[in-house]
């Protein structure tokens, strides 16, 4: 029984983590550099496949992109080819082409619900089960 309270802490510092309105800066961490400006960096991991079959294609990525991503963070994003790979529940490892989206938002603003909003469309549309989401605090200058 004890060994099962640790991992349902981390899972419940985990979920918090994931729902938490936007990424904290800590109060006793560096000020930004000069030159820079804090912000929240938002990476967003989109697997294209569905088993062994890719589901989304070049042109239904870039119709996504232009319909549900572009109009939220209209500023400014960048968009990597990736290759994603894990541990499927038999043991076996799954890879396939992804997609990975880089926003840098104000850390104070609703980037995170835009985020969410942006997954849940990618889910809905392409039958997938769930988008990665990693959000940081970040310095950075343009």
């Known amino acids: 029984m004890r060994q099962g309270l640790p991992r349902l802490c981390a899972a419940g510092a985990l979920a918090a983590l994931a729902f938490s309105p936007a990424p904290a800066f800590a109060a006793d961490a560096a000020p930004c550099p000069s030159g820079t400006e804090p912000f929240a960096e938002y990476r967003l991991f989109f697997g294209r496949s569905q ?19 572009t109009p939220r963070f209209p500023d400014g994003l960048t968009v990597l080819d990736a290759a994603g790979q894990w541990r499927g529940g038999d043991g076996a490892i799954v890879r396939e082409r992804s997609k990975l989206l880089l ?36 310095c950075a200058s343009f």
């Open 51 to 69: 088993g062994d079959v890719e589901v989304v294609s070049d042109a239904d990525w870039r119709a996504f992109l232009a319909a549900e991503v």
């Open 103 to 138: 926003v840098l938002a104000p850390p104070a603003g609703k980037a995170m619900r835009l985020t969410d909003e942006i997954a849940a469309a990618y889910e809905s549309a392409f039958g997938q089960s769930s988008v990665l989401r990693v959000v940081t605090a970040a």
